[in-house]
C-alpha cells in the first residue's frame, strides 16, 4: 500500500491530513458524505457520484475487496457501471488485507487501476460534522503538493459525461421499455427485465418523439438536473400522450421539471441505504436506498400532479405522481443496489400500467 502524504482541503479553508491508497494524483470536486455502512463497489460505480469527492462515514473501508464480475444480459455483476465515477474516496481506516469469497483485488489497487485517488487516515467523523452544517462544498485532494484548481460540479452538465452514446438494447420481451440513461444505475436494467420487457436505452439528449415503446423510464444521473434542457423538453411532449413514465432520482427531478415545477439543491443531500420515506397514498413508511443532491419544490407542483412520497428525516418530496394519467416518479432507488428494496413493487406497478397501456 502506498505511504505518500495527503491532504484534504475544504472551501472555507479547513484541511485533514491523512495517506494516500489510491491513484497518486491530486484532484478537486464536491465533497459529500455516505452513511451506508456496505456495497462500496457499487457506490462508486455509482454515475450520480460523478464531480464528487466522497465521505465514507462507516469507519472500516476495504475489508471484502472488488468482486469478481460476470457479464449476465450483456451487465457486469456487482457493479452499477462500467467504471468509477466519484472524483476521489475519503475514509477513515483502510483495510489493505481484504477477505471474501468472491474478491479479486484490493479496493486500492482497483482504484489505482481506474486511476481515483482516495484518502485513508481521514477524520471523517469532522469532515460529515462539517458538511453537516455548512453544507456541501468544493474540495481538493492535495497530493505531492500539487494542487488543483476547484471545481463546481452544479455548473457543469454532467450527464452528458455519463450517459451512454449510443441505443443499446437489452432482452425480447413483449413489452418495450424505451430508457433514457442520464447515467443509469445497471440494476435499473436488472430490474426491468425481470419481466416480460425489451429494453431500449437511449442517450440523454435522444429525441424519442417519432419512436414506438409500450413505457418510457427516465434514469438517475448526476448533476443540476436544470442545465438538463434537451431531455425536458422532449420530457414536455411526451406528457402529452398517456404512455406510462417512470422516473428515479434525476429522473424524477427532470419530470417535474417538464411538468412545470422546480427543483432545488439540498444542504447536504441524501446518500445513504436507510433513509425512511412515507407513502402518502397508505400511509405506509419504507426504508430507501438514495443518492442526490438536488430535490422536487413540492409546491410548485400544479393540480395535475400529487406528492406520492415523502422523506421523514427532512420532509422534502420523495415522488410525484400524476392524478389521472400513468406518471409517476421517485427520489429514491427502488432497484436499490446495495440498501433495502421493500419499494421494489413499484416495477410491478410500473408494468402493470405499461401492459394495460399496450392491451388497450
Known amino acids: 500500500m502506498q505511504q505518500t502524504n495527503a491532504t484534504l482541503l475544504l472551501r472555507n479553508g479547513q484541511s485533514f491530513d491523512g495517506g494516500s491508497f489510491g491513484y497518486p494524483h491530486s484532484a478537486a470536486g464536491e465533497v459529500v458524505f455516505n452513511?451506508?455502512?456496505?456495497?462500496?463497489?457499487?457506490?462508486?460505480?455509482?454515475?450520480?457520484?460523478?464531480?464528487?469527492?466522497?465521505?465514507?462515514?462507516?469507519?472500516?473501508?476495504?475489508?471484502?475487496?472488488?468482486?469478481?464480475?460476470?457479464?449476465?444480459?450483456?451487465?457486469?455483476?456487482?457493479?452499477?457501471?462500467?467504471?468509477?465515477?466519484?472524483?476521489?474516496?475519503?475514509?477513515?481506516?483502510?483495510s489493505a488485507v481484504y477477505s471474501h469469497w468472491n474478491a479479486i483485488e484490493s479496493l486500492g489497487s482497483w482504484l489505482n487501476r481506474h486511476r481515483i485517488p482516495a484518502l485513508y487516515g481521514i477524520d471523517t467523523r469532522a469532515v460529515t460534522r462539517v458538511l453537516r452544517e455548512h453544507g456541501c462544498m468544493p474540495g481538493k485532494i492535495i497530493i505531492n503538493n500539487t494542487e488543483p484548481e476547484w471545481e463546481d460540479p452544479a455548473a457543469t452538465c454532467l450527464v452528458r459525461e455519463v450517459s451512454t452514446t449510443e441505443v443499446i438494447t437489452y432482452g425480447d420481451g413483449r413489452y418495450r421499455i424505451l430508457l433514457v440513461d442520464c447515467g443509469v444505475k445497471f440494476n435499473i436494467i436488472r430490474s426491468l427485465l425481470q419481466y416480460d420487457t425489451q429494453v431500449v436505452r437511449v442517450p440523454w439528449d435522444y429525441d424519442y418523439s417519432a419512436d414506438e415503446y409500450d413505457g418510457l423510464f427516465i434514469s438517475n444521473g448526476p448533476g443540476n438536473p436544470a442545465l438538463c434542457t434537451t431531455p425536458i423538453a422532449h420530457l414536455e411532449k411526451a406528457l402529452q400522450g398517456s404512455t406510462p413514465i417512470f422516473g428515479i432520482c434525476l429522473g424524477s427531478q427532470l419530470l417535474a421539471l417538464a411538468a412545470g415545477a422546480k427543483t432545488y439543491k439540498l444542504k447536504y443531500g441524501h446518500r445513504s441505504h436507510n433513509q425512511p420515506v412515507i407513502c402518502h397514498e397508505n400511509n405506509r413508511c419504507f426504508i430507501t436506498s438514495q443518492n442526490h443532491g438536488y430535490a422536487v419544490d413540492f409546491n410548485s407542483l400544479n393540480n395535475e400532479w400529487t406528492v406520492y412520497f415523502s422523506n421523514l428525516n427532512d420532509h422534502s418530496c420523495e415522488g410525484i405522481k400524476h392524478r389521472s394519467k400513468p406518471f409517476f416518479a421517485t427520489q429514491f432507488h427502488p432497484e436499490a443496489s446495495g440498501g433495502p428494496t421493500d419499494t421494489a413493487f413499484l416495477f410491478d406497478h410500473f408494468i402493470q400500467e405499461v401492459a394495460r397501456y399496450k392491451n388497450k
Not at 60 to 83: C, D, H, Q, R
Open 35 to 94: 452513511t451506508a455502512m456496505t456495497a462500496y463497489p457499487e457506490s462508486l460505480t455509482d454515475p450520480s457520484y460523478k464531480g464528487q469527492i466522497l465521505t465514507a462515514t462507516y469507519p472500516l473501508i476495504g475489508n471484502y475487496g472488488i468482486p469478481k464480475s460476470a457479464i449476465k444480459n450483456g451487465l457486469p455483476t456487482g457493479f452499477e457501471s462500467a467504471g468509477i465515477h466519484i472524483a476521489g474516496l475519503l475514509i477513515t481506516d483502510y
